[in-house]
């Protein structure tokens, strides 16, 4: 449970050496590379431009290629394969007909909205005969065009023939809508008169579009030109679809575009005289030999040096567990990386989480999917736990749910009286799934449930406190272990032995041991203080672990809250099923079972990761942990895109 041990170093070389140096740390992939003086700063614009525009490609072509494609592109490639893209691979072609057709689509969408705005324009006006190139206006009369509410039409018209009797009002839609379209010829003499009665009414001028054309003739032309232009975004869709073929070679040219990026970042780092250059950084203290005899069959003129870190740097954290602890690293990023000066606590805790998880699905049939859903992704990408950590944790996850649930008797929400009997067992509880032991329909299995919960609890926040000792023990600090933490693991050893065995003994050790308690928790001011201190310090502890000790309390509610919603989701598929014939009632049974289910599995899953997770993060390194450490971050060649 401790991390990795780091050391600081300098490597100094002739500076003819440069590059060599700097490929063969890129390799190696061992040192964390830090500035030796002031960086040097380069100008990145063309790089970063240029990457830049391959990411474009990139994330353009990614929606446009096959399942074939993206499978190759999730492939590991080889360096060998990444440079020979990059020097072969017609980038600048690339993206230059990505370019063109991303403008082609822009003018064409443009256009197409402009048609759309057009043809609603000209809607009500198709039955217009008139050109609308020609002019609106004659020597004595003028054309208007307008919308009138239908129910004001034989107002007007009235009205028009009282008081501008040489007027002509002709009706040109005829939707039955609320407003229709009208054409008024009205005597130049007769427009003010005329504009006050129909404006009276509901009339709403209308400007139609100056086109060589009809209505009618310009309605359907905007049609066909939408047509061509929706057939070109389609030919440009093929053509990206064409493209895609090349983007399993574009996420080469991107990798190896960051790998420049990462040396170009190097050589800012390093300090350099006329003939030397410098570059420090942090490595793991037992790679040291094998890197300095690296080096060494580089160039002999090449040293490596421990270097001292400066004042307050935070050394770099590099976590190292086992392979069947590693995947539980993926939680302990969740909340932070210890601190340098920390242990890792991974290792503390793997298998509460592990356990907190299963308990709050209690649903053995859950975890057989949640089990085969991320063995079956594992064992088709073939990847390692280093390189996918999460998923191997949910696949363990769904292992140990399955085998912790059976006890409970979780089966996607069944009871043992809707299963065949051959599943089922008479005790003297009632009807039980085999294996099953609580069951957690009845109170006694509730309150099992309940007591199993609050006693991991306590289990956990005893140990997260004999964690907190121990750390302090093994770097020098006996005596504040002893007092302010190993002190609780006394008073807990005597409620123990007086609770089973009761006697003026056990009583007498109690009273001890929260005297002792008292004093310790005091630890640190002055004797004459220390009671007062120490028994402030005791009521804060006996608060916290109340109030920490209830938090354990939803491992239970979580687990009762599968069940439920899970019997939920099966009542429901039932009764659904009772309003259909049998030949109907079936698949909406089987469509509601196996949605119902499966939104159930993702929600719970989810939610026994994160709840499992805050009790680790706030209960559990409350007692121990800090956390805010910096990654160990390598300078190294990475093969994935």
Same mark, same amino acid.
Request: aromatic share 10%; glycine share 6%.
């Given at each position: 449970?401790?991390?990795?041990?780091?050391?600081?170093?300098?490597?100094?070389?002739?500076?003819?050496?440069?590059?060599?140096?700097?490929?063969?740390?890129?390799?190696?992939?061992?040192?964390?590379?830090?500035?030796?003086?002031?960086?040097?700063?380069?100008?990145?614009?063309?790089?970063?431009?240029?990457?830049?525009?391959?990411?474009?490609?990139?994330?353009?072509?990614?929606?446009?290629?096959?399942?074939?494609?993206?499978?190759?592109?999730?492939?590991?490639?080889?360096?060998?394969?990444?440079?020979?893209?990059?020097?072969?691979?017609?980038?600048?072609?690339? /993206?230059?007909?990505?370019? @063109?057709?991303?403008?082609?689509?822009?003018?064409?969408?443009?256009?197409?909205?402009?048609?759309?705005?057009?043809?609603?324009?000209?809607?009500?006006?198709?039955?217009?005969?008139?050109?609308?190139?020609?002019?609106?206006?004659?020597?004595?009369?003028?054309?208007?065009?307008?919308?009138?509410?239908?129910?004001?039409?034989?107002?007007?018209?009235?009205?028009?023939?009282?008081?501008?009797?040489?007027?002509?009002?002709?009706?040109?839609?005829?939707?039955?809508?609320?407003?229709?379209?009208?054409?008024? /010829?009205?005597?130049?003499?007769?427009?003010?008169?005329?504009?006050?009665?129909?404006?009276?009414?509901?009339?709403?001028?209308?400007?139609?579009?100056?086109?060589?054309?009809?209505?009618?003739?310009?309605?359907?032309?905007?049609?066909?030109? %939408?047509?061509?232009?929706? %057939?070109?975004?389609?030919?440009?869709?093929?053509?990206?679809?064409?493209?895609?073929?090349?983007?399993?070679?574009?996420?080469?040219?991107?990798?190896?575009?960051?790998?420049?990026?990462?040396?170009?970042?190097?050589?800012?780092?390093?300090?350099?005289?006329?003939?030397?250059?410098?570059?420090?950084?942090?490595?793991?203290?037992?790679?040291?030999?094998?890197?300095?005899?690296? @080096? %060494?069959?580089? *160039?002999?003129?090449?040293?490596?040096?421990?270097?001292?870190?400066?004042?307050?740097?935070?050394?770099?954290?590099?976590?190292?567990?086992?392979?069947? /602890?590693?995947?539980?690293?993926?939680?302990?990023?969740?909340?932070?990386?210890?601190?340098?000066?920390?242990?890792?606590?991974?290792?503390?805790?793997?298998?509460?989480?592990?356990?907190?998880?299963?308990?709050?699905?209690?649903?053995?049939?859950?975890?057989?999917?949640?089990?085969?859903?991320?063995?079956?992704?594992?064992?088709?990408?073939?990847?390692?736990?280093?390189?996918?950590?999460?998923?191997?944790?949910?696949?363990?996850?769904?292992?140990?749910?399955? !085998?912790?649930?059976?006890?409970?008797?979780?089966?996607?929400?069944?009871?043992?009286?809707?299963?065949?009997?051959?599943?089922?067992?008479?005790?003297?509880?009632?009807?039980?799934?085999?294996?099953?032991?609580?069951?957690?329909?009845?109170?006694?299995?509730?309150? !099992?449930?309940? *007591?199993?919960?609050?006693?991991?609890?306590?289990?956990?926040?005893?140990?997260?406190?004999?964690?907190?000792?121990?750390?302090?023990?093994?770097?020098?600090?006996?005596?504040?272990?002893?007092?302010?933490?190993?002190?609780?693991?006394?008073?807990?050893?005597? /409620?123990?032995?007086?609770?089973?065995?009761?006697?003026?003994?056990?009583?007498?050790?109690?009273?001890?041991?929260?005297?002792?308690?008292?004093?310790?928790?005091?630890?640190?001011?002055?004797?004459?203080?220390?009671?007062?201190?120490?028994?402030?310090?005791?009521?804060?502890?006996?608060?916290?672990?109340?109030?920490?000790?209830?938090?354990?309390?939803?491992?239970?509610?979580?687990?009762?809250?599968?069940?439920?919603?899970?019997?939920?989701? *099966?009542?429901?598929?039932?009764?659904?099923?009772?309003?259909?014939?049998?030949? @109907?009632?079936?698949?909406?049974?089987?469509?509601?079972?196996?949605?119902?289910?499966?939104?159930?599995?993702? @929600?719970?899953?989810?939610?026994?990761?994160?709840?499992?997770?805050?009790?680790?993060?706030?209960?559990?390194?409350?007692?121990?942990?800090?956390?805010?450490?910096?990654?160990?971050?390598?300078?190294?060649?990475?093969?994935?895109?």
């Amino acid at each position: 449970m401790t991390l990795v041990q780091m050391q600081k170093v300098g490597i100094i070389a002739h500076s003819s050496l440069r590059e060599d140096l700097i490929a063969m740390l890129h390799d190696e992939g061992v040192l964390d590379v830090r500035a030796a003086g002031e960086k040097v700063q380069i100008d990145h614009i063309k790089v970063e431009y240029k990457a830049a525009e391959v990411s474009f490609a990139v994330t353009t072509l990614k929606d446009f290629a096959d399942k074939q494609t993206l499978a190759v592109c999730d492939k590991k490639v080889s360096i060998e394969d990444t440079v020979h893209a990059a020097k072969h691979t017609d980038v600048h072609g690339i /993206i230059g007909q990505l370019h @063109l057709l991303e403008k082609e689509d822009t003018e064409a969408n443009r256009a197409m909205v402009e048609l759309k705005d057009l043809r609603a324009e000209l809607s009500l006006w198709k039955n217009l005969h008139a050109n609308l190139s020609e002019s609106n206006t004659s020597e004595h009369t003028i054309r208007i065009y307008g919308t009138l509410p239908l129910l004001k039409e034989h107002i007007l018209h009235e009205s028009m023939i009282q008081s501008i009797k040489r007027s002509v009002l002709e009706k040109v839609s005829n939707t039955q809508e609320k407003e229709e379209a009208y054409v008024a /010829i009205i005597w130049k003499d007769d427009l003010r008169k005329f504009e006050e009665i129909a404006t009276s009414l509901g009339w709403t001028h209308t400007s139609l579009p100056r086109v060589d054309a009809t209505p009618s003739q310009s309605y359907e032309e905007a049609i066909m030109e %939408e047509k061509k232009l929706k %057939e070109l975004l389609e030919r440009n869709v093929l053509k990206r679809k064409k493209l895609s073929v090349e983007l399993p070679n574009l996420l080469k040219v991107q990798l190896f575009l960051r790998w420049l990026d990462q040396k170009q970042e190097v050589r800012e780092s390093m300090a350099a005289t006329v003939s030397t250059i410098t570059l420090l950084g942090w490595m793991a203290a037992n790679r040291m030999k094998e890197l300095e005899q690296k @080096l %060494e069959k580089l *160039n002999p003129a090449i040293a490596l040096v421990k270097v001292k870190p400066d004042e307050n740097e935070e050394t770099p954290v590099l976590l190292k567990n086992k392979k069947i /602890i590693a995947p539980f690293e993926s939680v302990t990023g969740l909340y932070g990386l210890p601190l340098s000066r920390e242990m890792d606590p991974t290792a503390a805790l793997s298998p509460f989480f592990i356990l907190y998880f299963s308990l709050c699905l209690t649903d053995a049939g859950y975890g057989a999917i949640i089990a085969l859903l991320f063995g079956g992704y594992l064992l088709k990408t073939r990847k390692t736990i280093e390189e996918a950590k999460l998923p191997w944790l949910l696949f363990f996850g769904g292992v140990m749910t399955f !085998f912790v649930s059976i006890p409970f008797g979780g089966w996607f929400g069944f009871t043992p009286e809707q299963v065949p009997a051959i599943l089922t067992k008479q005790t003297a509880q009632g009807l039980l799934f085999k294996g099953q032991i609580w069951n957690l329909s009845a109170q006694s299995g509730i309150d !099992f449930l309940q *007591n199993l919960s609050l006693s991991l609890g306590i289990t956990h926040l005893f140990f997260g406190m004999f964690l907190a000792g121990q750390h302090k023990w093994i770097h020098g600090k006996k005596a504040e272990a002893l007092w302010v933490d190993f002190t609780a693991h006394l008073l807990l050893g005597s /409620i123990i032995v007086y609770a089973l065995r009761p006697s003026p003994f056990a009583l007498y050790l109690l009273y001890a041991s929260i005297a002792i308690m008292i004093w310790g928790k005091g630890y640190g001011t002055v004797w004459y203080a220390r009671p007062l201190m120490g028994l402030l310090g005791t009521m804060n502890f006996v608060i916290g672990m109340i109030s920490n000790g209830l938090s354990y309390l939803r491992i239970l509610a979580l687990g009762l809250v599968t069940g439920a919603i899970a019997a939920a989701i *099966n009542q429901v598929a039932v009764e659904m099923g009772k309003l259909f014939p049998v030949w @109907l009632a079936i698949p909406v049974i089987v469509i509601i079972f196996l949605g119902g289910h499966t939104v159930s599995i993702a @929600l719970n899953t989810l939610g026994s990761f994160i709840h499992s997770g805050r009790l680790q993060f706030i209960e559990f390194f409350s007692q121990f942990f800090e956390g805010g450490g910096k990654e160990f971050s390598p300078f190294r060649r990475t093969t994935s895109s």
